[in-house]
Nanobody, 124 residues
Framework: QIQLVESGGGLVQAGDSVRLSCVAS????????MGWFRQAPGQERQFVAA????????YYADSVKDRFTLTRNNAGTTVFLQMNTLKPEDTAVYYC?????????????????WGQGTQVTVSS
């Protein structure tokens, strides 16, 4: 069983930066792709970014490309989502997810484990 815990959300102004963290724990963790998704009120969960389980190649949604950066620590147990130049439309609950031997897919159904989410609110 894998546990994922997100942190770093909050209330910020448009143009500000925020860094989200997701700490993974559990037996056998070491071969998971990690993804970030977000869900705004009344909307479906949306892909944000992901990192391949072994190559560390990253993938981004067009809406966040060049503003968000996903990285992973050397141990592979923590991923970070650096979010710059935030916009009000980035307001959502952000979820971290893990995909066993995943390739960084944007398909939420491929992910096996999910965190509880962290709220990011961007005021205009």
């Amino acid at each position: 069983q894998i546990q994922l815990v997100e942190s770093g959300g909050g209330l910020v102004q448009a143009g500000d930066s925020v860094r989200l963290s997701c700490v993974a724990s559990g037996r056998g963790f070491g071969h998971y792709a990690m993804g970030w998704f977000r869900q705004a009120p009344g909307q479906e969960r949306q892909f944000v970014a992901a990192i391949h389980w072994s190559t560390d190649v990253t993938y981004y949604a067009d809406s966040v490309k060049d503003r968000f950066t996903l990285t992973r620590n050397n141990a592979g147990t923590t991923v970070f989502l650096q979010m710059n130049t935030l916009k009000p439309e980035d307001t959502a609950v952000y979820y971290c997810a893990a995909d066993n031997y995943g390739d960084g897919t944007s398909n939420a159904r491929e992910y096996d484990y999910w965190g509880q989410g962290t709220q990011v609110t961007v005021s205009s």
